[in-house]
Nanobody, 129 residues
Framework: QVELVESGGGSVQAGGSLKLSCAAS????????LGWFRQSPGKEREGVAT??????????YYADSVKGRFTISRDSAKGTVFLEMNNLKPEDTAMYYC????????????????????WGQGTQVTVSS
């Protein structure tokens, strides 16, 4: 039983920052991946930032649209993953979901919905211009 619970969403003006948190339970990240997806109305859910395990070092992935602005990190002892979002843009407005996969990822990204086995309930991020 894997449970993922997000928090930290809210409303900010363009250029502002937010930090999302995901408390993961029932999951030890020795393989697979853990990270963040987002979905806005009328669009497909997309990978934003993920950590892939089992490659020696943690392998980080960022979507091109957020590189240089978002940072993913984790507290392995507490089972928490974070997404620090800086210089937010209106196009970042979406529901953000914590996501996890237990089985080995045969690649560095883990950015497709089909890669994911478990989802959090989502936390809304709204960025005003």
């Amino acid at each position: 039983q894997v449970e993922l619970v997000e928090s930290g969403g809210g409303s900010v003006q363009a250029g502002g920052s937010l930090k999302l948190s995901c408390a993961a339970s029932g999951y030890t990240p020795s393989s697979g991946c853990l990270g963040w997806f987002r979905q806005s109305p009328g669009k497909e859910r997309e990978g934003v930032a993920t950590i892939v395990f089992g490659l020696g070092l943690d392998s980080l992935y960022y979507a091109d649209s957020v590189k240089g602005r978002f940072t993913i990190s984790r507290d392995s002892a507490k089972g928490t993953v974070f997404l620090e979002m800086n210089n937010l843009k209106p196009e970042d407005t979406a529901m953000y979901y914590c996501a996890a996969r237990k089985r080995t990822v045969y690649g560095p990204k883990c950015a497709a919905v089909s890669d994911i086995g478990y989802w959090g309930q989502g936390t809304q991020v709204t960025v005003s211009s």
